[in-house]
C-alpha cells in the first residue's frame, strides 16, 4: 500500500455526546462538508440515545418489527453504507467516524480499510483486547442483522472467531466517511428483536458475536476514552467540539432526511439544503 500521511493536515478530534440516530448520521455528512469546504477532518466518538436501530442502506423496511421498536423507545435511521441492520444500544455499542477528503487516502477499498481501522485495532491493543481482522470468511447466518450476516476479513474484526467490531465505508462529494460499532457489551434480545420473524434464540447471536467486557476488566467510560485517543493519536488530532452551526445544521438535516419516513421506509433521496 502506497504511504499516507496523515499528521500533516488538520484533524479534530469530537468525543461526541449521546444523541439520537438521525442527528448522528447528519453530522457525518456535515463533518463531510467541513472536511471538502474547510480542509478540516474529523475523528470522532458517539454514542445513540435513545438506543437506535440503523438499518443498511438498502435494506428492506419490512425486515424490521416497528411495534418491538415503538414498544422499547427504540430509534430507528438508515445508514448511507450497506449491510444489514444495527441495534446500537446506549450502553453496549461504542460507535466512531472517520471523516477525510478522498484525495489524501487509499482509492482503493481495501487499502482504505485497512488505514482506516488502524486506529480501532490500537484501540483494541490497548484495552487489552487480541482482535484482528477476520482471518476468512465466515457463512450467513441472518441477512437482516448485520452481526449476524457473512463476516468479511476486509473490514471486520473478531477475537477468538467472535465478530467485535463491524466497520464500512461510503464516498459522498469526494469526502471518504468510515463509521464502525464496537461491542462494549451484548444486548441479544434487543438485537434480535428489532426484527421481524427472525426465529433466533439469545444464543445464536451470542455464539457469532463477542464483546470488551468478556475479553477486559476495563468499564465502558474508559473504553470510550481509550478509542478516542487512539483515534486522535493516529492522525495527530486536536481535541475540539463542532463548529458554530455544524450541530445546527446537522439537526436541520435530521429532520429532513435521516429523520423522515421517507428516507427511512422508502430511500427517497430529499430535496438538498435550500
Same mark, same amino acid.
Request: negative net charge.
Given at each position: 500500500?502506497?504511504?499516507? *500521511? ?21 453530522? /457525518? ?7 471538502? /469546504? ?22 428492506? @423496511?419490512? *425486515?424490521?418489527? +416497528? ?41 482503493? %477499498? ?42 468479511? @476479513? ?37 438485537? %434480535? ?6 426465529? %433466533? ?40 467540539? +463542532? ?27 430529499? /430535496?438538498?439544503?435550500?
Amino acid at each position: 500500500m502506497t504511504e499516507t *500521511t496523515l499528521d500533516d493536515r488538520e484533524w479534530r478530534l469530537v468525543r461526541d455526546n449521546a444523541r439520537d440516530g438521525a442527528t448522528q448520521m447528519a453530522l /457525518e455528512e456535515i463533518a463531510a462538508r467541513t472536511a471538502l /469546504e474547510d480542509g478540516i477532518r474529523t475523528v470522532r466518538t458517539f454514542s445513540w440515545e435513545p438506543s437506535t436501530l440503523s438499518l443498511g442502506y438498502r435494506q428492506d @423496511p419490512e *425486515t424490521v418489527d +416497528w411495534d418491538y421498536c415503538e414498544r422499547n423507545g427504540i430509534g430507528v435511521t438508515r445508514r448511507q453504507t450497506g449491510g444489514g441492520g444495527i441495534y446500537h444500544d446506549r450502553d453496549a455499542d461504542i460507535s466512531y467516524t472517520i471523516v477525510a477528503p478522498a484525495a489524501e487516502v487509499p482509492g482503493d %477499498l481495501m487499502d482504505c480499510y485497512a488505514l482506516f481501522c488502524e486506529p480501532i485495532l490500537e484501540a483494541f491493543s490497548r484495552m487489552g483486547v487480541d482482535a484482528d481482522f477476520a482471518g476468512e470468511e465466515q457463512d450467513s447466518i441472518y441477512q437482516p442483522s448485520c452481526y449476524l450476516r457473512d463476516i468479511n @476479513p476486509a473490514h471486520d474484526v473478531v477475537v477468538d472467531g467472535g465478530k467485535i467490531s463491524g466497520n464500512a465505508q461510503y464516498r459522498q462529494r469526494d469526502v471518504v466517511i468510515q463509521h464502525g460499532s464496537l461491542s462494549f457489551d451484548l444486548e441479544p434480545t434487543d438485537h %434480535l428483536g428489532v426484527f421481524v420473524g427472525h426465529g %433466533l434464540e439469545p444464543t445464536t447471536f451470542t455464539d457469532r458475536v463477542t464483546s470488551i467486557r468478556e475479553h477486559t476488566e476495563i468499564d465502558r467510560e474508559e473504553a470510550v476514552e481509550t478509542v478516542g485517543d487512539a483515534l486522535g493519536d493516529w492522525c495527530d488530532a486536536d481535541e475540539s467540539t +463542532w463548529r458554530e452551526g455544524e450541530l445546527e445544521a446537522a439537526q436541520d438535516l435530521a429532520a429532513r432526511k435521516y429523520g423522515a419516513d421517507a428516507w427511512i421506509r422508502d430511500r427517497e433521496v430529499l /430535496e438538498a439544503e435550500p
